[in-house]
């Protein structure tokens, strides 16, 4: 089993930037596929950036492609998400997503597919 803590949230005007991260408890961190999601208000939560157990594959929503990146340290057992260029759109509550995978660079965008979330970070992009 894993716990998520999301931080780095916050205010931002648009345009600014922002690093999330966020910390997995345990020792098997490096099994996990991890991935970033959020959740508007009114809205679904939607698929926004996945990473690998290995940290070679990545994959994006569109609507963030470009702008974001996302990375991991397995070493400190942290997932991060940078968003570079952000829009009033982008506003938020952000959630990081672990699903433990035996296959080392596969990466997975359905929210059905993870098995562990984090309590999310607000993220609020003024215009």
């Known amino acids: 089993q894993v716990q998520l803590v999301e931080s780095g949230g916050g205010l931002v005007q648009a345009g600014g930037s922002l690093r999330l991260s966020c910390a997995a408890s345990?020792?098997?961190?490096?099994?996990?596929?991890m991935g970033w999601f959020r959740q508007a208000p009114g809205k679904e939560r939607e698929f926004v950036a996945a990473i690998s157990r290995s940290g070679l594959s990545t994959y994006y929503a569109d609507s963030v492609k470009g702008r974001f990146t996302i990375s991991r340290d397995n070493a400190k057992n942290t997932v991060y998400l940078q968003m570079n260029s952000l829009k009033p759109e982008d506003t938020a509550v952000y959630y990081c997503a672990a699903d433990r995978t035996f296959l080392s660079n596969s990466v997975y965008y359905r929210a059905g597919e993870y098995d562990y979330w984090g309590q999310g970070t607000q993220v609020t992009v003024s215009s």
């Open positions: 345990g020792r098997t961190f490096s099994s996990y596929s």
